[in-house]
């Protein structure tokens, strides 16, 4: 079976752009969380999707979005890019069993200039 | 609200050296708990769980044991090798399915 894949695995943006990030889930696997990995802040939760549906949310501004397509596929998107922004960008996908565990992706390095 | 609290790091130890990485938790009802490793450049990989009370997670050489009563699962090795060198988080998940990490134990071990 497939992993969770993430596209691209590295982006280089400038100050105010945006930009769009894609995860592909294990096959079957219908929750897809976004986390932002720092130096600084470590792995923070951004949100989780179910079934095209944001059901968590984390502690992040507007900027910050996302959503859930019919087959699971999810994308993140982050508006008006600041320096602060640069991150490793991880994805998990698990199925809705109470207890699962969390599959991740390789990520996507995001770096602001 | 539910978190995890791990132990600092960096750890530096000797290969063949014991491991032992603290974990506590806090959260309301049977929480599952979970180690993940990731190595430089790569995501998260699962490294072992425990879904309730007394259970004991092993993978790899690893182990942890799920205590209620200390609301702990710290992370143990006998022998540590120079290829166990990454960076360790514990997590849990409750109800809702949203989990939660702790910052993350940076281990280097040198030959």
């Known amino acids: 079976k497939a992993g969770v894949t993430q596209t691209p695995r590295y982006l280089i943006k400038t100050r105010g752009q945006q930009v769009t990030l894609s995860c592909s889930p294990i096959?079957?696997?219908?929750?897809v969380s976004w986390y932002q990995q720092t130096p600084g802040q470590g792995l923070q939760f951004l949100f989780e999707?179910?079934?095209?549906?944001?059901?968590n949310k984390g502690n992040f501004p507007g900027r910050f979005s996302g959503r859930q397509f019919s087959n699971s596929r999810s994308e993140m998107n982050v508006s008006t890019l600041e320096l602060g922004d640069s991150a490793l960008y991880l994805c998990?996908?698990?199925?809705?069993?109470?207890?699962?565990?969390?599959?991740f992706g390789p990520g996507t390095r995001l770096t602001v200039t | 609200g539910d978190s995890v609290t791990q132990m600092e790091g960096p750890v530096t130890l000797s290969e063949e050296a014991f491991l032992t990485i603290n974990c506590t938790y806090t959260?309301?009802?049977?929480?599952?708990l979970f180690w993940y490793v990731q190595y430089p450049g790569e995501g998260l990989q699962l490294l072992l769980k425990?879904?309730?009370?007394?259970d004991k997670g092993s993978n790899k050489g690893f182990e942890a044991t799920y205590r209620k009563e200390t609301t702990s699962f710290h992370l143990e090795k006998g022998s540590v090798q120079v290829s166990d060198s990454a960076v360790y988080f514990c997590?849990?998940?409750?109800?809702?399915?949203?989990?939660?990490f702790g910052t993350g134990t940076s281990l280097t071990v040198i030959p």
């Open positions: 959260a309301t009802g049977y929480p599952s």
């Open positions: 997590a849990l998940t409750n109800t809702g399915n949203q989990f939660y």
């Open positions: 096959s079957g696997h219908r929750s």
């Open positions: 999707y179910f079934s095209e549906t944001q059901r």
């Open positions: 425990a879904t309730k009370a007394d």
């Open positions: 998990a996908s698990s199925l809705e069993v109470v207890g699962n565990e969390q599959y």
